[in-house]
């Protein structure tokens, strides 16, 4: 919808145009049938940053320990959702996931994994090496693995698309091309002009950080933003019959070089997770600010002297994955045949809008919001955020309903 159209007052004013974004207006005008719901996006459509540049991968929610959100949402957003491309006719692939150990030294990882599935009720099986190549002939691992069934690919873009229509059906006003610029007295300023808000939701994803510091909130919490990169296998290269991933380093976020099988059957290798200078920092100097790249170097540049959560390990093995080769060497770890000349092109960069804990000097592993009685701040919704979306923000709307009366 264009700008020319925005109201000048609303019940409900959500920021940001992702999928928790969009997912949370809806829920809100499904509760509140008399309250009018506006969503804005300062770019031309839904969905252009992390929601429509992730993977498309439909997690299962083994990695999380049971006490989190993300173990609560993952399992019952995989259901959700799966249901959701089906009742709406978008592409599905139940393609499972088949996580392997590279060295024997990941065998107890794979028993946490194995632990936190059983917890957090998700389907695991647990099987030999030979079992393994039963699921994947080209699969690598040492002595076992494990295959989780529900994993799948869907096309986010496709997903978001579905979303936003079904929302502006609903009743939700969305327009496009708006930018939140600040706050005033008793709504926001726009790029579009001021609106006056009953209640604000600030769902803006790179940006959440600072428009929650504009309404009293954030105040131990930055955005660190982390470039993804996969690498695209080239058309008739041999491909894979499901998602193949290495035991993570449960100490931070990251799930590591994988290979993806992506809705239509193509394959990926990736990502990378290297650090940014800025927070649309996608190509070149596409979207260059220098105050916030200023910002955001001097972050990382301490983090990188004082060596915080390892991240001056984590720096130098991604920056080296900006070799092609080097991915291709990662992935091979997992499976055979994989050769350099079938991956030659890059994907769409995406970034990772990771929260950091400027007090205690960590990575947030889980999602995060803060807000009261007049606003609702998102600050934490990395992955699976995509995943979880739809139980998510039944759970955020009863948050902001119980916040707000």
């Given amino acids: 919808m264009a700008a020319a159209g925005l109201p000048r007052v609303t019940d409900y004013l959500v920021i940001g145009g992702g999928i928790v974004g969009i997912t949370l207006a809806w829920e809100l005008r499904r509760r509140h049938t008399d309250s009018r719901v506006v969503l804005l996006e300062k770019d031309p459509a839904c969905g252009q940053h992390a929601s429509g540049r992730n993977s498309g991968v439909l997690h299962a929610g083994f990695y999380y320990s049971a006490d989190s959100l993300k173990a609560r949402f993952t399992l019952e957003g995989n259901r959700q959702l799966s249901n959701y491309c089906g009742e ?18 990941d065998l107890a990882g794979l028993d946490e994994l194995l632990r936190r599935g059983r917890a957090n009720g998700v389907t695991l099986e647990e099987l030999t090496a030979d079992e393994a190549r039963n699921v994947e002939p080209r699969a690598k691992t040492v002595e076992r693995a494990l295959f989780c069934p529900s994993s799948a690919s869907v096309d986010p873009r496709a997903v978001l698309a579905a979303l936003v229509e079904d929302a502006r059906r609903a009743g939700v006003e969305i327009f496009t091309g708006v930018a939140y610029q600040e706050r005033t007295s008793g709504g926001v300023r726009t790029s579009a002009g001021t609106i006056s808000t009953g209640y604000l939701v600030n769902a803006a994803g790179l940006y959440a950080d600072r428009i929650a510091r504009d309404h009293g909130f954030s105040q ?17 290269a041999p491909g894979f019959r499901t998602h193949i991933y290495p035991v993570p380093d449960l100490r931070n976020p990251f799930l590591g070089t994988h290979v993806t099988v992506t809705v239509d059957g193509h394959t990926t290798l990736g990502p990378t997770a290297t650090p940014a200078f800025w927070r649309e920092h996608y190509q070149g100097i596409q979207n260059f600010r220098l105050a916030e790249c200023i910002q955001i170097v001097r972050r ?15 720096a130098i093995s991604e920056l080296r994955k900006y070799s092609r080769q080097r991915l291709v060497t990662l992935a091979s770890v997992l499976a055979e045949g994989i050769r350099a000349q079938d991956y030659r092109r890059w994907k769409a960069a995406g970034i990772r809008a990771q929260l950091y804990d400027t007090r205690d000097r960590k990575l947030e592993m889980d999602f995060r919001f803060e807000g009261d ?23 955020l709307a009863d948050q902001i309903d119980r916040l707000s009366t």
Avoid: M, W
Wanted: net charge positive; charged share 15%; aromatic share 14%.
């Fill in 220 to 236: 131990r919490y930055e955005i660190l933003p982390f470039k993804g990169l996969y690498l695209q296998a080239e058309p008739g």
């Fill in 300 to 314: 990382e540049a301490s983090l990188f002297l004082h060596n915080d959560f390892g991240f001056r390990h984590l």
């Fill in 373 to 395: 009685n007049r606003s609702f701040h998102v600050l934490n919704a990395i992955s699976p955020a995509f995943t979880c979306a739809l139980p998510f923000s039944t759970y």
């Fill in 88 to 105: 709406r006719g978008l592409p599905i692939r139940r393609c499972g996931k088949l996580v392997v150990a590279s060295t024997a030294a």
